[in-house]
């Protein structure tokens, strides 16, 4: 639709590295930049609902990094959108350290219809804040859609999300009480929050799907390659994201199957699963700089000794 267009990106991103323009680190280019190329060429709604996707886009480009998520691991986060108290809680300040400027994650069972989401960090030049940007991309790839949630230094996940909600009511300039906005929209992009989350979480479990050099290939070769051919698909680099911890939900799940289908006798409580969460803490000297730590409590089985299980375990020595 726009032949040239990263070319016209990369010159505006290179007027920030000459110091002819200027807006914070944590954006690689805000999304204002596409609007104003798109809006000399195109009407301005157009303008305005392609900006995002092109600047997403661009954004990715640059590092090609997509994070695939065990279908089970994913669900299991996203159900934690329904009860949100473990995330309200936590400082918004995380989401401002994304592995990359902007990534890509798989994940098809969040949302129907949808393969995964772009996320990065937007610099808002009308009201100088930084913004979590979510693209979701649909499976068969014809069109996106955006989310936005502002990111209020120093609060919380919930202050932002009500600062997102009350600034959009007002946008709209219609009188919309809080509890009438529709609480399907905030929990879609709170399904995709938890998966940014557990990316940045101490625990989390990635591993490589392919090897970044393979084998009779160097690492300058490799470097080269990606300058030289930079809209290939080779040049993706695909993580697989909670490949064990996704295998242990389908087992834990599988015995809470069988357990709820057995009948109790007497006082015994039935095995049932816990929803997973969030557990955040500080460590560091108080008088110098601290790191905040978050950490994912995967879904648990209570009552694990009512399940019938036929699995026998050997402790083995050397």
């Not at 219609?174 to 879609?188: F, M, N, P, S, W």
């Not at 290939?217 to 390659?225: C, D, F, P, Q, R």
């Not at 009948?263 to 816990?274: A, E, L, V, W």
Request: charge should be negative; aromatic fraction near 8%.
């Amino acid at each position: 639709m726009e032949p040239g267009i990263y070319g016209v990106l990369d010159v505006l991103r290179g007027a920030k590295d000459s110091g002819k323009m200027n807006w914070p680190d944590y954006c690689e280019l805000p999304i204002s930049a596409a609007y104003t190329y798109l809006a000399d060429k195109r009407d301005e709604q157009t303008a305005a609902g392609l900006c995002a996707e092109i600047t997403a886009l661009w954004t990715w480009r640059r590092s090609k990094k997509v994070y695939s998520f065990d279908p089970d691991l994913a669900q299991a986060l996203a159900a934690q959108a329904e009860d949100v108290q473990g995330t309200d809680v936590l400082p918004c300040d995380l989401l401002m350290h994304l592995p990359y400027p902007c990534i890509y994650i798989k994940a098809p069972c969040v949302l129907e219809h949808a393969d995964g989401f772009f996320v990065f960090i937007e610099y808002d030049t009308n009201h100088d804040r930084p913004e979590l940007r979510i693209q979701w991309m649909f499976e068969d790839m014809q069109y996106t859609f955006p989310q936005v949630l502002h990111l209020l230094p120093g609060e919380t996940i919930k202050d932002c999300i009500l600062d997102t909600i009350h600034t959009t009511q007002e946008n709209l300039k219609e009188d919309i009480k809080l509890q009438d906005v529709d609480v399907g929209v905030a929990r879609i992009i709170l399904s995709a929050i938890q998966l940014v989350l557990y990316l940045l979480s101490d625990n989390v479990e990635i591993e490589q799907a392919v090897p970044e050099v393979e084998k009779g290939e160097t690492k300058k070769n490799v470097t080269t390659l990606k300058k030289k051919d930079q809209d290939k698909a080779s040049q993706v680099q695909e993580y697989l994201v909670g490949v064990r911890v996704g295998s242990a939900l389908r087992k834990a799940k599988s015995s809470y199957n069988r357990s709820a289908g057995s009948t109790g006798t007497g006082g015994t409580k039935r095995s049932h699963t816990r929803r997973g969460h969030w557990h955040h803490y500080w460590t560091g000297p108080k008088q110098g700089d601290r790191k905040l730590v978050l950490k994912w409590t995967a879904p648990t089985v209570i009552h694990p000794e009512n399940i019938e299980d036929n699995v026998v375990v050997y402790p083995v020595k050397k």
